[in-house]
């Protein structure tokens, strides 16, 4: 079983930048490809990036050049990084094994607020 914390969100202007980290509990941390999903109030779950146990990335397009997810294996800990942040980028974030369903197990998340 593996377990997620988010953390590291916050109110943000645009153009600003924030860094989410995403703390691990349980075995095999490793082997898991992650994501991060962010959920704007009244839509659905997106999955906005993607990082596999090989360090490869995928992001969706609209966060394409800004966003970074990386991964660090000894400290079981995901993070996105997040620059030139845009309004429409406000959302709850959640980090998760990639494939996670929507009716599955997710955490609190971390709210990111971009507002003038």
């Known amino acids: 079983q593996v377990q997620f914390v988010e953390s590291g969100g916050g109110l943000v202007q645009p153009g600003g930048s924030l860094r989410l980290s995403c703390a691990a509990s349980?075995?095999?941390?490793?082997?898991?490809?992650m994501s991060w999903y962010r959920q704007a109030p009244g839509k659905q779950r997106e999955l906005v990036a993607t990082?596999?146990?090989?360090?490869?990335?995928n992001y969706v397009d609209s966060v394409k050049g800004r966003f970074t997810i990386s991964r660090d294996n000894t400290e079981k800990t995901v993070y996105l990084q997040m620059n030139s942040l845009k309004p429409e980028d406000t959302a709850v974030y959640y980090c998760?094994?990639?494939?996670?369903?929507?009716?599955?197990?997710w955490g609190q998340g971390t709210q990111v607020t971009v507002s003038s």
């Open positions: 349980g075995s095999n941390f490793w082997t898991y490809a």
């Open positions: 990082i596999t146990n090989k360090f490869t990335t």
């Open positions: 998760n094994v990639y494939g996670t369903s929507v009716v599955g197990f």
